[in-house]
Nanobody
């Protein structure tokens, strides 16, 4: 049974930082495109492809960094200079061809 679990959310002041983690079970994160989405609409934030290339939503470029640790089978989202508009539930998604798996999300709240 595949499981994708996010962690690391919390409350932070504007300008602060958080690091989110996405750990997978029974799924190799390096074999999937791993992505972060946020909020109820599941707005795309960033993704890392199997070959290590990354892409970002314009509003987070220069502030957020996605990375992958194959040994820990974990994907990270380093978020710096956080803004109140970054507030939301952050979801991790693993996708490859027709296989798509979502985590339950972790709440990030940025106070002004």
């Amino acid at each position: 049974q595949v499981q994708v679990v996010e962690s690391g959310g919390g409350l932070v002041q504007a300008g602060g930082s958080l690091r989110l983690s996405c750990t997978a079970s029974n799924l190799n994160v390096s074999s999937f495109t791993m992505a972060w989405f946020r909020q109820a609409q599941r707005e795309f934030v960033t993704q890392i492809f199997r070959d290590g290339r990354t892409s970002y939503r314009d509003s987070v470029k220069g502030r957020f960094t996605i990375s992958r640790d194959n040994a820990k089978n974990t994907v990270y989202l380093e978020m710096n200079n956080l803004k109140p508009e970054d507030t939301g539930v952050y979801y991790c998604r693993a996708a490859y061809l027709s296989s798509v798996y979502w985590g339950q999300g972790t709440q990030v709240t940025v106070s002004s």
